[in-house]
């Protein structure tokens, strides 16, 4: 194992001075093959953000609220998302396949909310190519004393396989109880999502030096919903997110839970796309449910 007599913590992570890029907007993909590019692109767009709808909740938790027929709650709103995360078993039975949307595929499975969380393997490697998927997504649980090691052989297993296949890779970084949820943690987990293949890094926002779990990061970083919370403070997630350099959000729950699902996924993109403040946003979700 590494020396850990003296050592450093981290602190020059040169916050104002953007990591550069040549002929490609997204950060540290200059030297990734066009297949790799083109999919990226279809997800982030000619600004390099990007808006992803999640609703690969059942796959651990079942038929959680507003995921109950997605048929229902999910499909109209595609139409406003620029990228749909998934599972296979929904992407075969419930999303056209005219809807068009680049799909980022949960490409693992495991363990319940019933048991121990975390214990997941990886889905065969043909299934993305079946499918068509612009990415593949792939938990990570660093800090749990159990899980850590499978989990990011997991992910470097699947980043074998995107780089065979061109696929890029999400590393979703995880959160168990006995991880903290502050940014010298972020740093660590994205970091080694990053170092160990990924292309996109899907994080937790926090309040105190998220910048710096962005700067650290060689990749984009997508944040999480996370819990339902209030439409207003769920736009100002968003909001601060990218002001601190996120490359977008992967919203759930705050979206299909939300009173309004339609209106706020637009009120959502407003803020990704269109730079609008928590404040402009909000009205805007309310101009759009009257």
């Known amino acids: 194992m590494a020396d850990m007599d003296n050592f450093k913590e981290a602190e020059s992570f040169g916050i104002n001075t953007p990591q550069e890029t040549t002929g490609f907007p997204l950060k540290g993909c200059n030297n990734l093959d066009w297949g790799m590019k083109n999919r990226l692109a279809r997800i982030f767009g000619d600004d390099g953000k990007s808006l992803m709808l999640a609703c690969d909740h059942g796959f651990i938790m079942g038929p959680t609220g507003g995921v109950e027929r ?4 999910i499909v109209p709103l595609l139409k406003y998302a620029d990228c749909l995360m998934c ?5 075969r039975s419930v999303i056209p396949p005219t809807a068009n949307i680049p799909v980022c595929l949960r490409s693992d499975a495991g363990t319940s909310i019933l048991t121990n969380l975390n214990d997941n393997v990886v889905i065969a490697a043909e299934e993305a190519v079946r ?6 997504a792939v938990m990570i649980a660093v800090g749990d004393e159990l899980m850590e090691a499978k989990t990011m052989a997991n992910l470097y297993h699947t980043v074998d396989i995107g780089q065979k296949y061109g696929i890029p890779v999400m590393g979703v970084t ?3 109880k006995q991880m903290a949820r502050d940014a010298k ?8 999502a990053a170092e160990n293949g990924a292309n996109i890094v899907k994080s937790y926002y926090v309040e105190e030096g998220f910048e710096t779990v962005v700067a650290s990061c060689p990749v984009p970083i997508v944040i999480a919903g996370g819990k339902k919370i209030p439409e207003r403070d769920a736009l100002d997630l968003a909001y601060r997110a990218m002001q601190a350099g996120a490359a977008g959000v992967d919203m759930g729950r705050n979206v299909f839970q939300s009173t309004n699902p339609a209106a706020m996924i637009q009120a959502v993109a407003g803020v990704i796309h269109g730079g609008l403040t928590p404040d402009a946003a909000y009205e805007m979700f309310q101009d759009l449910s009257k």
Request: glycine fraction near 8%; charge should be positive.
């Open 131 to 136: 499918v068509n998927a612009s990415a593949m």
């Open 185 to 192: 943690y972020f740093r660590l987990a994205t970091r080694m």
């Open 70 to 73: 997605i048929d229902l709650s």
């Open 87 to 91: 599972t296979r078993g929904i992407l």
């Open 174 to 176: 995880a959160v168990g």
